[in-house]
């Protein structure tokens, strides 16, 4: 009988009563409703509006917008699950971002504003000049995009609704990639950030619902700590000892599960790794990521942004109590599923080998929580999934569009920069649903450690040129360049001989060499940032210097000059110009020839230009912003150019609001302090 109760059983599904499904479709229809109205009320038209929201957003907004990118469906698996596991130290990755996102409004964003920019290759190209920095952190960041974040959210959405639903995968997640690619091609970064806003309600609303139940479930909160200790399943014994043998080190909670600060070299998370090492890869997420420092472009002013930061920060405290305890409770009631060890056992309950941690979080919805509720936790689950996602289709199709399809086009129109950024999101959308098959047969125990690790082993580069980029004037082109390239060496040395080897587990160890794979993750992306800094400043004192008339707001120490700043890819731009307008003129003068005379030529040209009188195509011209209100507003004179540049790139704060939001920041990093010191 005990092996029966183990058992997975497809047909358990409990998330098919009318109560569950009408909260499911409640939540659809706000969050469609938002998206509508949203469309309604921005303009979508221009690459501003699309991209950038018209950099019209305010604080709340940004701040929900920033924390729904963040928190996907990947942390609620992924962070229950390591809670699960190795206890309350995994939500040192949440409370270590409030810092960062202190460095990122105060520090990093009026540089970004002042310089004029939309994505962050974009910032790098007016920083250091050519091309080859630009198109390298854009490829980089497109195939991290796909690799990491849209399959760590994928599978992790799969496990939930797969326990939830008991749907085929493809089914659930092909379902949920179309109706998150409609809103996402339609709306633009308005409608995403505004649905982003109903969800991270929905998120922190239904986490806090399972929450009570899981602390009235055991006990209270004092029941964590009296009872966890004691979760140990009931199977230890191998079935096949000579092939593999169970330590009670592959099953026992750690001894150190209620710490935040653990051994320095042979813990799972080193608190100096910690400290270094994940502040060194938060820096590259949370200040040069474009997911998320295109949401703070968007803001009202330099002033909303900081303000949607330290909501964001105020927010990223939540997870440790609303995913990483619920995580641990699960294991408490739900030994023998939750901390299975015996692979055989292991693939009956959840379909993998090396452990079932990773249904911690969908366990506890669908054994606790009652009808109506289990809906609103999928609902949950399907914000978080959808939001992430959504944010990511969104970034890579601005980073494609303006960083790669740009340069092979420098003088397309407006019209076809949007076309191709909608077009670029239904690429991605095809290489997802190609890369569910090898989703499906990761190794969901190392999923945490695998999305930590690939950003341990790629991003420190990226994370040292930007920070010696804001910050270091001195620092050129040929030492940016060239830390890049070192620093992307040094990392593929590490990770392909991890993957060859593979990560291996408690009972097969990997065999990859101790040289090579023995230094903790983290402590290997402090060792590469440093070697990456190295190299950008011994190359860039031995090579000229960047002038200041190259730099003015571009630099943190130069953010708040008022000369005029030559760009260094201007004779790139000037060039193209030259090369484009001969090329029209070409066409033009071909055209003239064909039809007799100029008046011909461009009479023939505004009959195609004429936009579709069927109501069809105004509908969907209309949708996808492209309707013809925009399309018949004048081009905006060189005046009402410069003055919009001046706004958007204006970085001053009104006195009053300004100390309130110092204030806040000195409170908030003042609670991170004493809860990292309680939990220690």
């Known amino acids: 009988m005990e092996q029966e109760s183990l058992t997975p059983n497809p047909e358990r599904a409990t998330i098919g009563n009318p109560a569950d499904i009408s909260v499911i479709c409640f939540y659809f229809l706000a969050v469609i409703g938002v998206g509508l109205w949203s469309m309604c009320r921005t303009n979508r038209g221009t690459v501003g509006g699309y991209f950038l929201a018209g950099r019209n957003m305010a604080w709340w907004p940004i701040g929900a917008s920033l924390f729904a990118s963040n928190i996907g469906s990947g942390h609620f698996v992924g962070l229950a699950g390591t809670g699960a596991a190795n206890g309350l130290a995994v939500a040192g990755f949440e409370w270590n971002a409030l810092f960062i996102v202190v460095l990122l ?270 809906g609103l936790m999928l609902a949950v689950m399907l914000a978080a999934l959808m939001s992430s996602l959504a944010s990511i289709f969104n970034s890579s199709g601005t980073l494609f569009t303006m960083d790669i399809y740009n340069r092979l086009r420098p003088r397309a129109s407006d019209k076809e920069l949007l076309i191709v950024g909608r077009v670029w999101i239904l690429l991605l959308v095809g290489v997802s649903i190609a890369w569910i098959p090898v989703v499906q047969a990761a190794q969901g125990g190392q999923l945490f450690d695998y999305m930590q690790s690939i950003s341990s082993y790629l991003s420190p580069p990226i994370a040292a040129i930007f920070l010696l980029g804001v910050f270091v004037k001195r620092v050129n082109e040929q030492g940016a360049f060239w830390g890049l390239v070192v620093g992307l060496a040094v990392g593929m040395a590490r990770m392909i001989p991890e993957f060859v080897y593979g990560t291996g587990s408690c009972l097969f160890p990997s065999s990859c060499p101790r040289l090579i794979c023995g230094i903790h993750y983290l402590y290997f992306a402090v060792i590469l940032f440093l070697v990456t800094a190295a190299t950008v400043m011994g190359v860039s004192l031995c090579t000229p210097p960047i002038p200041d008339k190259n730099l003015h707001r571009l630099v943190f120490s130069l953010r708040h000059s008022k000369e005029e700043r030559i760009d260094l890819d201007t004779e790139e731009e000037d060039v193209a110009k030259q090369r484009e307008a001969a090329r029209q003129q070409h066409q033009a003068e071909t055209a003239a020839t064909r039809n007799g005379r100029l008046e011909n030529a461009l009479e023939v040209e505004d009959s195609k230009a004429a936009p579709p009188s069927g109501w069809l195509c105004r509908c969907m011209g209309w949708f996808c912003g492209m309707g013809t209100s925009s399309q018949d507003q004048p081009e905006p004179s060189p005046e009402e150019k410069a003055e919009e540049l001046r706004h958007q790139t204006d970085i001053t704060e009104p006195p009053t609001w300004r100390r309130v939001v110092n204030v806040n920041a000195i409170i908030m990093m003042a609670l991170a302090v004493f809860l990292w010191g309680y939990y220690a």
């Open 105 to 374: 409004g105060w520090l990093f964003v009026p540089v970004y504003l002042t310089a004029g920019v939309i994505t962050m290759p974009q910032y790098l190209k007016k920083r250091f000049g050519g091309q080859r920095i630009r198109l390298y952190l854009s490829v980089l960041s497109l195939f991290m995009y796909i690799f990491t974040k849209i399959s760590v959210d994928m599978f992790s959405g799969a496990v939930f609704i797969q326990q939830a639903l008991g749907w085929n995968i493809y089914v659930a997640v092909i379902a949920l990639l179309i109706i998150t690619t409609i809103y996402t091609a339609t709306g633009g970064l308005a409608a995403l950030m505004y649905t982003d806003t109903v969800q991270t309600f929905v998120m922190i609303g239904g986490a806090f619902v399972l929450m009570g139940f899981a602390f009235n479930e055991v006990g209270g909160y004092q029941g964590v700590f009296d009872k966890y200790m004691g979760a140990l399943p009931s199977r230890t014994l191998s079935s096949t000892p000579a092939l593999y043998n169970i330590s009670a080190s592959c099953y026992l909670p750690r001894e150190d599960s209620f710490h935040m600060i653990r051994d320095a070299v042979a813990s799972d998370l080193p608190w100096p790794a910690v400290m270094l090492g994940l502040s060194i890869n938060s820096v590259w997420y949370w200040c040069s990521d474009q997911v998320i420092v295109q949401r703070c472009l968007a803001g009202k002013n330099l002033t909303h942004v900081k303000a949607g930061c330290i909501l964001c920060g105020y927010l990223k405290l939540l997870p440790m109590f609303l995913i990483v305890i619920p995580g641990m409770i699960s294991r408490i009631l739900y030994p023998d599923e939750i901390a299975c060890i015996v692979p055989e056992e292991c693939r009956r309950i959840c379909g993998i080998d090396v452990g079932c941690s990773n249904i911690a979080y969908p366990k506890l919805v669908v054994s606790l929580m009652p009808s109506g509720l289990r």
